[in-house]
């Protein structure tokens, strides 16, 4: 009898300890194996000659895609929709009926000629993750909900339309597979007319995270095996126009010239300079030029350059851009050419990831022996458009030589796994905490 | 008796100046009424309401004209023809039935959104001249020859096809009017089939004049009467291509990047400081950047930069270049970018004007009582191909502020007459020299 009562008391601490503070010497796993298999899977859907991926949003290689995905999702044990924006929703009961949902996923859509990790992992993985809870029949106290949201790379799209921030006119947008938003969403199930109804609203989500390739060289150059992502960088845009006096360039002495290209040329090295000068990650590009008229035998009229800057804090792009702005004027000035500046908004306010979920995340790292590490996200995610509901978390894992959006990219299928069991003990950990 | 042969003495005298050495007090003289009202008339074919002309070769403002001009022509007594290339022939006949033409002319085609006065102003003061000769029955030795090129501004056609420089494949390009060259010498009465047949060898003319605006700021800032051009320059174009790693503007810190932009950057300013560190006229020009792959958010892979430079010398153009491809090299070694540069030939070989003819076109200004300057044309003009087989000359007046291919340009009445009379005399002199 004492045996047996021993018995009963071990299988219960077991089973406790998969929801408890035990859970790291007894973690269960997911199915690394079967993990890389359903990538590889998911990477024939418009794998093309050069080795690049054309599953761009909308194609039928996105349609074929979605199909695969959402048969992984019943077998996983969830039950599967698509929403009026096309994000395939899975859902799987929680224990406790009033507790909102814990949300995780991210998206299987390319850019063309990408590559196969960018959004597969955290989708794929998100799915691994309750297949591996349901094979061990694991209830969690919150409701899970598995998001493969429409077009990330289009523009964020689908997770726009949770957030409330997809407006008609953007949905006139062509997309890269031909069609506008509109016709794509229609195209895979969704009801664009009907994008409205699906805006959630603060406390309709417990938490939202994402698992991501760094897509940055961070974590493969130092070899870390996790990064606890502390939000995505705001984007602001600057376009700085420099405007001279086109002339002949054979006819015009050098002298006599009014060019809009060396003032242009000077900024652009100020905006390296001038980065660089502040401590911090903050990262300003100059990724676009456009000379007018633009042909070689015109001294140009106008030369407009496009500055990026990107932080997590919004009051050092400004700082940034306060420096370079004060730099362009000073050479429109030397060189009595006319500036203007026109400022685009991208994405002005950072997405900062909730601070008990980076703990989580970097407990859950250390509880499985990984090594971690804190950093912005450089790029943005619709984990972005999730913050402006829910409490948000990013899980990194490396990149290889910090390559990504390129058939170059790649994470070997260890690094995916342990990203996934992060993601895994992550959201039991959640599920105790918030309540 | 004595007075009657006084009489005709005095006759003889003043017949035998306009041929001698005494026209200056005596010259005949174009008339610049008639002259101003003409090229106001052609300027009406093709005027857009931005006040530019868009007479662009081979549309039906370029038909219109083309027609006025040929009854100008006829009317100042010369016998009309459009050769194969299009090109619009008017022949005057000489007293010595040996001798070759003098030929002289210009272009009456603009540029998209061009001015009234490159081009037409030597061509129509070309028919003025004539027309002032037949009106005071002046005979000259030489057959005179006017000449109206075909499309000047799209790469001197009718002048190349003289020179026999007008390839099967250059008459596949398109032009500005939409048209190929072939379509569009057919469709002004050419016979682009038979093109070959119209090649001048040397010795054919015994000269070529052209009188043309400047279109620099020398003659007009200096406030001199007319430019005795020395040659017209060579240009050369070479493209420097930087190759970088396109990366995530993102997520690659700065210290990670390998950004093409630097150094392109830093090229374009080290061209402008090495052509002005020769003595010179040379210019050096940076009027095209192509940047790959062009957005905003992404760090370029490729950055191409266009450097044309032009000069009377090709040696001291290559001297130029020696030293911003040593540049280049240095700034490419500095960023680790890949350096690759690509000659491309446009005129590879300076046209110098005959120096005979630069003397009489000096004589015939100061006898004419006008101030005049040596000076190198910047542009490519027609006289360029006819070089190739005939001594040339060209006639600059001076051009506002140097403005041209633009509504903007402006010569005044007095002097496009005055050019045109330093035209007219310097034909009734080399008449007399070039036998």
Redesign the interface.
């Known amino acids: 009898m004492k045996t047996i009562f021993m018995k009963k008391l071990f299988s219960l601490l077991l089973f406790l300890s998969f929801f408890g503070n035990l859970h790291s010497q007894t973690a269960i796993k997911v199915n690394q194996k079967r993990l890389s298999e359903t990538l590889k899977t998911l990477s024939t859907f418009g794998k093309n000659e050069a080795g690049g991926s054309d599953r761009v949003a909308y194609s039928s290689h996105d349609m074929e895609a979605r199909n695969y995905v959402k048969d992984l999702m019943v077998k996983a044990g969830l039950e599967v929709s698509t929403d009026f924006a096309g994000n395939i929703i899975g859902k799987k009961a929680g224990t406790i009926p009033d507790l909102k949902p814990i949300a995780f996923g991210s998206h299987i859509d390319e850019v063309p000629n990408g590559g196969d990790y960018d959004g597969p992992v955290g989708s794929l993985s998100a799915i691994e993750v309750v297949r591996t809870l349901t094979e061990n029949k694991i209830m969690t106290q919150h409701p899970l909900e598995v998001i493969i949201f429409t077009n990330e790379e289009g523009g964020v799209v689908g997770s726009r339309a949770l957030a409330g921030q997809l407006s008609q006119e953007a949905l006139q947008v062509k997309s890269s597979s031909g069609l506008t938003q509109y016709e794509g969403i229609k195209s895979v199930g969704g009801d664009p007319d009907r994008i409205s109804e699906l805006k959630r609203n603060p406390g309709e989500v417990t938490a939202f995270l994402e698992l991501h390739i ?5 974590l493969d ?1 130092e070899g870390i095996d996790i990064g606890v992502v502390e939000g995505i ?1 705001a ?1 602001e ?1 600057y376009e700085f126009t420099f405007q001279g006096f086109a ?10 010239r009014k ?1 809009p ?2 003032p242009a ?2 900024l ?2 100020a905006v ?1 300079e001038i ?2 000068s502040f401590d911090g ?1 903050q ?7 456009d ?1 007018f ?8 009229g106008e030369v407009k350059i ?1 500055v ?1 800057i ?1 932080d997590l804090s919004s009051d050092k792009i400004h700082q940034v851009y306060l420096a370079i702005e004060a730099r362009a004027k000073s050479l429109a000035e030397e060189s009595k050419t006319e500036l203007s500046i026109n400022h685009i908004e991208v994405a002005s306010k950072p997405a900062l990831a909730n601070p008990e979920i980076q703990r989580t995340i970097e407990n859950a790292a250390k509880s499985l022996g990984f090594s971690s590490m804190y950093l912005p ?4 995610h619709d984990a972005q458009e999730m913050a402006r509901f829910a409490p948000i978390g990013m899980i990194f894992i490396p990149s290889k030589d ?4 390129s058939p170059k990219e790649y994470s070997s299928p260890e690094d995916i796994a342990n990203g996934a069991n992060v993601l895994l003990q992550t959201i039991l950990s959640l599920d105790k905490q918030f309540q």
Chains 1, 2 share one sequence.
């Not at 360039?249 to 006599?256: D, E, K, L, V, W």
């Open positions: 760094e897509q940055g060289g961070n150059r960088v984007i845009w002339n002949h360039a054979g006819t015009t002495p050098m002298n006599m060019d290209m060396l040329a000077k652009i090295l390296n980065v660089t990650a990262v300003a590009t100059v990724g676009k030029v000379v008229p633009g042909a070689g035998n015109v001294i140009p496009n990026e990107r996200s450089g790029a943005g910090g390559i990504s959006h």
